[in-house]
């Protein structure tokens, strides 16, 4: 433990802090990425025939070395690896019991998760991770069990070093087949290796202990006896495999560096960072937009966030007010083109974007308990900045 | 003053309600047809026949259940936009027949591998969770639950004739349009479209002859 302290004492936790104060002061700048999904994600991209890229986006020098590797990797996990997690999966037939020994290595890893999620300026999912650490170290009996997640309802914040580099805008560099390892591109590696710095495991596999390297190879199996059937199945639906599971790799990592997943299904992304807007969909089709109904707690929760960008959130979840009416627009790029503009006539005031099944409006909202005349001179001063269509509204 | 705020709050609120009313009715009217009641009423369906008929979901479905379960899918599936987007720049360098020829053969592949997972089903949950509408086309996501493992399952729509329907799958954000398109183009430059309609051939081959 001593000699894990002093290990983490070194200039390398000075540069840490001094990238999680740099990444702090950029935070706003990365605020952008859950509009960008909406906006442009899945936008007319994918009608456009131009679109393919042969490489899904991930270059390939090296491919004739990679795919021999990969056919290493292949074979390894045919004539080895799955032979011994199945060997190992007959000794602890309860899955359960093969779930808590993946929940503890989930958990020894978060460090790797805080650090990361600093990083990036995610604070609340560094918080997240932190406190699902603390719980499950402690209540969840050395982190076998997940009370984190199962009873107080943390979510995961799954960030590692190649996420933290791509969000600050490294690209892949190109793909690497690793043998045993695995796919993988440059960026990621730099990413795997200043990871095994935040990870307790690879501080007990480097002192050269057994039980350190026992522990990383139980980790590896242990996980495979939960996937057995994965590949298979992937490769089997698949044509060029190589091709396949680079593409597959190249699509996940971009996804997790961008976050899209967790935008779309609110998966990863801590309860209070998800946007109001985004409420269950059986509720969407029959909300009663009605102001002022009933305001379930999680919107009430949403702190209303950086002014600086259109920010959409539940017209409902509003404090009762005023708001200044801009425009009302089927094509949210409209709102994209003014939103600069607004903002600037608004000073700081809440330029709010609210979203119906097919249509937006969007507006200034004017602060919380200013009278009439403040949303009228708010009014006056879009005016004058020429927007002509502008309505004074309650909520 | 006071008189004017009073108006004018007035005023708004009578066009706010009407707004409101107005946008009420549309989505009622659209209710029944949202995407995310689509997919989630065909993928429901789905699960139910799978449920009733394997026994402690062990063992395999019997054949007798392929055809209903498969015409759900060509119901919500759109394999043609799928044959476009995975054939990308080269659905315009080949004929009409050919692009025909390629939708069977595409959406016959993807019956054939996805067909055969059901069998390995057993018990996970499909959560709905949100929708997005944009236009005519929608984002709507789902987790797949099992043993407290969650993997998120995205569907992209496209909204044709009153109905929504699926034009890809994005699974762990990996999508299954972009996958297969990335795999077609690697085959297409090295061996020609003949060639991927042979690789096509001969995999749909395969498959028949493992059942």
Known sequence: MRNLLSKLSSPGVAIFLALVVFRLLLAPVGMASEEDFFEDGWGDEDFSVQASVANGGMVDPLESLNRVFFNFNDRLYFWVLKPVAQGYKAVFADEDVRLCFSNAFHNLSSPIRIVNNL?????????????????????????????????????????????????????????????????????????????????????????????????????????????IGKYERFKDASFDPYVAVRDAYAQHRHSRVTDEVDAASGYGVSRLERPAEEIPATSVANAQPVPQVVTPPVQKSVELPVPATVSKVSWDAMQPGFFVLVGVYRDPSNIKQQRERVVRVGKGALVARYQRADYSFFGVEVPVGADFAKAKQMEQDLRRAGFAETMVVMH | MNLQRIVWGNVAIALLSFFFVFAGLQTVSAAASDPLTQVKGSVDSILQIVQDNKPELQGKLADSFRQEIIDLVYDRFDFRVMSQLALARNWKTISSQEQDHFVFLFAKLLENTYYDRLNSYAGEQVIFKTQRIQKNKAVVSSVVVRNDTETPVVYKLRHKDNDWLVYDVIIEGVSLVRNYRTQFASIIEKEKYPGLIKRLEDKIAKNESDK
């Open chain 1, 119 to 227: 990083l990036q300026g995610k604070i609340i999912g560094a918080g997240s991770e932190l406190a699902s650490f603390l719980i499950n170290s402690t209540l969840g009996i050395a982190g076998l069990a997940d009370p984190a997640h199962k009873e107080f309802g943390l979510l995961d914040s799954d960030e590692d070093f190649g996420q933290t580099l791509g969000s600050y805008g490294v690209g892949n560099g190109f793909y690497i087949c690793w043998p045993f390892l695995g796919p993988s591109s440059l960026r990621d590696t730099v990413g795997t290796v200043a990871d095994s710095f935040a990870d307790p495991l690879s501080y007990w596999t480097a002192s050269g202990e057994s039980g350190g390297y026992a522990l990383q190879g139980g980790k590896q199996v242990n996980k495979i006896s939960l996937h």
